[in-house]
């Protein structure tokens, strides 16, 4: 799992909300010109498209995830995933989850 707090960076002050609000989050841009949001899902299944390749850490909360071509596979806090970008993903968050999602590409 990575650092707890990021230091020395912007975050864009107008969060990011999908899905009626079952998923809200914040977009945090580094002094290198990487991104990453940080966000939280209620208990709720979601389908959520890909641009860019993405990894998914989970902070907290538990998880089931279904990607194409993969068996649901479960995750919780301290755990990540990996998302190929121009593709998607179906999470179904078993209770709150509280990610971190770093654009890889």
């Not at 068996?71 to 989850?97: H, K, M, P, W, Y």
Request: with cysteine.
């Amino acid at each position: 799992m990575g650092p707890a707090q990021f230091d020395q960076v912007s975050v864009i002050k107008k969060s990011n909300v999908y899905f009626d609000g079952k998923c809200v989050s914040h977009t945090v841009l580094f002094a290198d010109g990487s991104k990453k949001t940080i966000g939280v899902i209620l208990p709720s299944t979601l389908t959520f498209n890909t641009g860019a390749p993405e990894r998914m850490e989970i902070i907290s909360g538990e998880c089931q995830v279904r990607r194409p071509g993969k068996a649901t596979e479960q995750f919780r806090s301290g755990q990540s995933f990996f998302v190929d970008g121009n593709s998607s993903f179906e999470i179904q968050a078993l209770s709150i989850v509280d990610y971190v999602c770093h654009f890889e590409g």
